[in-house]
Nanobody, 123 residues
């Protein structure tokens, strides 16, 4: 497994979760990493991305101010901190490695995907 997402679960609205994406060094060390999510019946949606060295980040408008992304190169992990969750954040969250050293908002720019972790926000 090249990427593995974890940390999902059930949380009440207003709560927080931290998702982790563990990458193999070969897959992610020089690549941007992104988080996407997909709710039932909806298309996969960009959430956040971070460049290979953590110097460039991008956050979707829908979660800006609530979510943040960070990278620990020593541990080959990328975390997505999610605060002030609401029911619209319910989805399967995926991490993926970009084709380049920086991330992108389009899922077509990602070459390797983890299996996803389910986040359920209850009202």
């Amino acid at each position: 497994v090249q990427l593995q997402a974890s940390g999902g679960g059930l949380v009440q609205a207003g709560g927080s979760l931290r998702l982790s994406c563990t990458c193999s060094r070969r897959t992610c060390s020089n690549n941007g990493v992104g988080w996407f999510r997909q709710a039932p019946g909806k298309e996969r949606e960009f959430v956040a991305t971070i460049s290979w060295n953590g110097g460039i980040t991008s956050i979707a408008d829908s979660v800006k101010g609530r979510f943040s992304i960070a990278r620990d190169r020593a541990r080959n992990t990328v975390t997505l901190q999610m605060n002030s969750l609401n029911t619209e954040d319910t989805a399967v969250y995926y991490c993926a490695a970009s084709v380049s050293s920086v991330g992108a908002t389009s899922p077509h720019r990602y070459i390797s995907w983890g299996q996803g972790t389910l986040v359920t926000v209850s009202s």
